[in-house]
């Protein structure tokens, strides 16, 4: 494996840490104020073609690659999602999402498309929002949306319910919406859980996540600070967790102070080299220097994540997606991706990156065979298809 499967996590009606959506390697995560689309992207994502399915089609992919979901999607923004949900008494599903995510292509491919996700949805106002398109970038802005897929659910005057983040497996979407439906509030949960146990740093590490999510900047410094005083040395694995968030949600996503970012993030790496967050700190650093226009200084923080372990596919893979996301270093990240292809020639993620690298490289004909073996190695996946049709258009149809 590349990159690691999206595993169930009802969020924020379950709040957990994985949400740390800057860090995890495993999860898309929101880019920062650059767009990080390719020059010539497909349809709006996700899946926009799944919005209005032609007559008479059935849910699921279509041979071609095109997919028609189970969702009747709404068309318009979320002014007029909100509209008509107060006007049928409904709550409001949002899809938030970017094409490039592969969680979302799993929403999209394996659960929007069932019949009993498309019925319970149904109870829904649904919206498809690209994270990076039209009202994306603001929508993300407002709800704080830190990681992709996130799936907010909104009552009809806007007000966030609740929040899933990563691809689901559909019973656990859909016991994780019935009971955000029900009127839940994770946040008080989570107050009255520290409240009883103050010493308990995990619910309280949790709850500072929460705090950040809403925005509650304050609340959630003093939680994660908390934290970090009573794990000194990390022994619970949660002081790095927390000095991460601090930096990730509060510093560089509140504040928008890349600079305070980094040496937050440089501080954790020196105060415990051993923890899980260190080597991911690198991306995130580099990601904070690439905001300051530091490129050169970006990519040397990516190069010295991918030294950290030469044998770590996962590292090489990171570095691609840093570069392909940002326009800033494919021809090194183009290198270290070729490295992981050579370590696992039959993962076809890899195989797609190699294309997105090549085309922005101006390398059409390698582009072109990268993705047709991505294709190869994964037949079924729609995703692929309508990837092959774009490459193919890209390098002049040959």
């Known amino acids: 494996m590349v990159r690691a499967r999206a595993v169930v996590r ?16 495993s999860s898309c995560t929101a880019p920062g104020p650059k767009a990080d689309a390719p020059e010539v992207a497909p349809k709006a994502a996700p899946a926009p073609e799944a919005v209005n399915p032609p007559a008479g089609a059935g849910p699921g992919v279509q041979s071609d690659g095109e997919i028609v979901s189970a969702v009747k999607w709404i068309e318009g923004d979320l002014e007029a999602a909100l509209a008509a949900a107060k006007a049928a008494g409904k709550l409001v599903f949002v899809d938030v999402g970017a094409y490039w995510c592969p969680p979302c292509r799993e929403l999209d491919e394996k659960v929007f498309t069932r019949p009993d996700v498309g019925a319970a949805l149904a109870d829904y106002v649904a919206l498809h929002v690209d994270a990076e398109k ?29 929040r899933l983040v990563d691809a ?23 107050e009255q859980k520290v409240a009883a146990a103050p010493d308990d740093l995990q619910a309280r590490y949790e709850l500072g996540v929460a705090y950040a999510l809403a925005a509650r900047r304050a609340e959630a410094e003093a939680a994660f600070e908390r934290v970090i005083a009573g794990d000194p040395d990390n022994a619970k694995g949660l002081a790095a967790k927390a000095m991460r968030d601090r930096a990730a949600f509060l510093v560089a996503k509140l504040d928008r102070d890349s600079e305070r970012a980094i040496a937050l993030y440089k501080e954790l790496q020196q105060k415990f080299p051993a923890a899980k967050e260190t ?17 050169d200084e970006a990519i040397a923080s990516l190069q010295a994540m991918v030294a950290s372990d030469q044998n770590d596919v996962d590292l090489k893979s990171a570095f691609g997606w840093f570069a392909f996301r940002e326009r800033c270093g494919q021809a090194p990240a183009l290198e270290a991706v070729d490295a992981a292809v050579a370590k696992q020639p039959d993962a076809a993620e890899l195989h797609y990156l190699r294309a997105e690298l090549q085309h922005q490289l101006g390398r059409g004909a390698e582009a072109l065979a990268a993705i047709r073996e991505a294709a190869r190695l994964e037949p079924e996946s729609a995703f692929y298809k309508r990837q092959v049709r774009r490459f193919t258009e890209l390098s002049g149809g040959t």
Not at 10 to 25: D, H, Q
Not at 170 to 190: D, F, H, R, S, Y
Not at 279 to 292: D, M, Q, T, Y
Request: hydrophobic share 50%.
């Open 10 to 25: 009802p969020f924020l009606a379950a709040l957990s840490a994985p949400l740390v959506g800057a860090m995890l390697m």
């Open 134 to 162: 039209g009202e994306g970038p603001e929508l993300v802005a407002r709800y704080k949306v830190q990681a992709y897929p996130t799936l907010l659910v909104l009552d009809a005057d806007g007000v966030e319910k609740g």
């Open 168 to 190: 689901m497996e559909p019973p656990a979407l859909l016991a994780a919406l019935t009971k955000i439906a029900a009127g839940g509030n994770v946040l008080a949960e989570l």
């Open 279 to 295: 080597i991911p700190a690198f991306r995130a650093i580099g990601r904070e220097l690439h905001k300051l226009g530091r490129d």
